[in-house]
């Protein structure tokens, strides 16, 4: 066997793939172990038809134990965005894990060498994730996005005898469906904004007209964060409702929407691993969803978070786990699909009770809050989420680096609406050392014919950094965007404002036109 080192990770296709095993060194280049696949049968699905019983066992068994001695494990992250950059960058990290997949990936996941990427790999292709599974014996699947996880590739791995974490598509609805995960807040007494929920637009504006205005207007189904309208007129509401409704704008997302109350306060995140009975709370995040400085400009995927959020106390993280949380899991189980994964609750402190209350669910971890969640998590992550698929979380704690952490995603100009794509991006290797504790995230890059990265996304950098307090991690965020260079690409110049005093910092990249 030849082990090669490498300053770059590997970017390859399923049929010409060399790599089975990773582990990790101290240094910051991944060493690759070159070998041949291991021998499971490639099949449709890696069940007891297809492949002998001693065969599903060593996959189910790849890890022993969360506290004690562990075997070894390799891992499959399905997605390409900036979280699974995270993800990979934690698990790369993790004393168990062997080797490190991810599916597509993107060119700057595999160029820091943070996961051998796999380009080809159909992730909405349940046989086909299954086959390199068996083929290179992964033993834990990783689910970023939520779409595979609503189309049910959880599922269909489960039934082939591989673990995987994240939801089964029964649960998943709790983020597909914003009517089934109000349903459930009513049924399990889960405090939540007032809403009604409609398929006839002129049921809807007249709610609106009753309700008045502001007042929020979202589809029902996933629409990539693009779904949800803060509507601050009557006349907004009512172009939402015709958006949505009438013109068909989210397609099947939109065939019914929910009108709900707009409550004002502070907005939180709060991520909880499941084990179908047991939840474990992650350190509190907050993001920035407005495009614009100073919360302003359309809804987005998220411009920027930080890691701990002071908003959220231990004594309001605490109610959170009681009143939402905990019942969230006991009602999914009552309800005949357990939750397996982790629960981003998308909270908002409402201003005139000071009490938490939900105002959506995600199955998955939250893109940017992630980022920042994985750069202070010091826990081997790999026998984290495979103690959740096992039902093990109560036997697990979790160690964090101590300060904060903060994450700025540099986004294409235009975003989040139409944008141009392949504007070149350069000083990256630069920018990663303009300060202590940086970390970039690849959310949406390629490498162009010239070996420069080029812009092929709305979010495309996430510029995260590590720091004793919230200050310095700013700080030393904002050093290294100031470092990059890239003319088609802006940023928020204040994330982090609402817990820290403001600070001017660069704003070449700050405007665009909404």
């Known amino acids: 066997m030849a082990c090669i080192s490498h300053n770059f990770g590997a970017s390859m296709k399923i049929g010409r793939l060399p790599v089975a095993s990773q582990r990790q060194f101290p240094n910051k280049f991944s060493q690759l172990f070159f070998q041949q696949p291991r021998n499971f049968r490639s099949s449709k699905f890696c069940d007891s038809q297809y492949y002998s019983r001693s065969n599903r066992h060593r996959i189910f068994n790849s890890v022993s134990s969360v506290n004690g001695v562990s075997e070894r494990v390799s891992v499959l992250v399905i997605g390409g965005g900036g979280r699974e950059h995270s993800l990979c960058y934690a698990l790369k990290r993790s004393h168990s894990c062997d080797a490190v997949f991810c599916a597509p990936g993107n060119a700057g996941i595999s160029n820091a060498g943070d996961a051998t990427c796999i380009e080809d790999l159909d992730i909405f292709d349940s046989s086909a994730v299954i086959d390199f599974c068996c083929k290179w014996g992964v033993g834990l699947v990783v689910v970023g996005p939520e779409a595979p996880l609503v189309a049910g590739l959880t599922n269909d791995l489960l039934k082939a005898g591989i673990r995987a974490f994240g939801p089964s598509s029964e649960a998943a609805a709790l983020e597909g469906s914003k009517n089934f995960m109000k349903s459930i807040c009513d049924k399990y007494g889960i405090p939540t904004a007032k809403y009604e929920t409609f398929t006839d637009p002129l049921a809807a504006k007249k ?77 509190s995040a907050q993001d920035h969803k407005r495009v614009n400085d100073g919360d302003t400009g359309p809804n ?15 004594e309001l993280q605490s109610q959170v786990m009681s009143s939402i949380i ?18 981003y609750a998308g909270l908002m402190i409402e201003k005139k009770s000071g009490l938490p209350k939900l105002i959506e669910y995600n199955v998955r971890f939250g893109d940017p809050e992630c980022q920042v969640l994985m750069v202070r998590l010091e826990s081997d992550l790999a026998q984290v989420l495979l103690a959740a698929c096992k039902g093990e979380l109560n036997s697990v704690t979790l160690e964090w680096a101590p300060g904060s952490a903060m994450v700025v995603v540099m986004a294409s100009n235009g975003y989040p609406g139409s944008y141009v794509k392949g504007t070149k991006i350069q000083n990256l290797e630069e920018a990663e050392v303009a300060a202590p504790g940086v970390k970039i995230f690849h959310a949406g890059t390629a490498v162009d014919a010239d070996g420069n990265y080029i812009a092929t996304g709305g979010r495309v950098l996430g510029v995260t950094a590590k720091g004793k307090d919230l200050e310095e991690a700013r700080d030393r965020a904002y050093r290294a965007v100031e470092e990059i260079k890239w003319e088609g690409g802006f940023n928020r110049t204040d994330i982090g404002w609402r817990a820290l005093p403001l600070k001017q910092t660069s704003s070449k990249w700050c405007e665009i036109s909404t």
């Open 207 to 283: 709610y609106i007209k009753e309700q008045g205005a502001p007042i929020v207007v979202k589809a029902d189904g996933l629409a990539a964060g693009k779904g949800v309208i803060v509507a601050t007129t009557l006349q907004e509401a009512f172009e939402a409702v015709d958006t949505i409704l009438v013109n068909g704008s989210f397609g099947k997302a939109g065939s019914s929407i929910i009108v709900e109350e707009f409550l004002e306060g502070e907005e939180a995140s709060f991520f909880a691993l499941v084990d179908g009975e047991n939840a474990l709370a992650l350190e």
């Open 326 to 343: 905990l019942p969230t899991v006991k009602g999914m189980s009552k309800e005949g699909c357990k939750f397996v994964g982790v629960l």
């Open 300 to 314: 987005t995927g998220g411009m920027g978070a930080y890691c701990p959020a002071p908003v959220l106390t231990q």
